[in-house]
């Protein structure tokens, strides 16, 4: 369970995790050593998974959304595929979806001629996959990494 205290840290670090345990701690109403224990503690909950900078898009080049279908779904070609993914630095997410799309990929690329090069070597030359379409993002409308955090009536 999250008290309101830790939830309301938890969206000011989803924003902005740079800002100083003070600062948080004057936003929610607690001092820096309390904000600093109960940071500690969800991390340590695994709440908080990881510190990280998120770097612009176009930095590395293309964006692609990719759908993998699978032809005949086994346990094993479904273990190899994504350990496969966990493993391609070109794959940023990847994701076990339900319905007639078996996963769906966020792919990075320099440009369209690696992106075709890895979509053989690492999808076509893959015999449990039946398809893939690929989606090439032109922009991005919005973006964030902050998880919805329902808010706490007031008494």
């Avoid at 999250?2 to 003070?22: F, G, M, W, Y």
């Avoid at 900078?53 to 595929?81: C, H, N, R, W, Y």
Wanted: one cysteine or more.
């Amino acid at each position: 369970m999250l008290d309101p205290l830790d939830k309301s840290i938890l969206r000011i670090v989803q924003e902005n995790n740079q800002q100083t345990h003070a600062q948080i701690g004057a936003t929610v109403g607690l001092s820096a050593s309390s904000v600093r224990r109960r940071l500690k503690a969800l991390r340590a909950r695994g709440i908080i998974e990881a510190d990280v900078s998120i770097l612009a898009p176009d930095t590395t080049g293309i964006q692609a959304i990719v759908m993998v279908t699978f032809g005949d779904e086994s346990v094993e070609a479904d273990d190899a595929f994504r350990a496969q993914m966990r493993a391609a630095p070109e794959v940023s997410q990847c994701y076990a979806v339900s319905g007639d799309i078996d996963f769906v990929l966020v792919v990075h690329a320099p440009d369209l001629p690696s992106y075709e090069a890895w979509t053989k070597r690492v999808l076509m030359s893959n015999p449990a996959i039946r398809r893939s379409d690929t989606h090439v993002v032109w922009s991005r409308v919005t973006f964030s990494t902050a998880l919805p955090l329902e808010e706490q009536p007031s008494s």
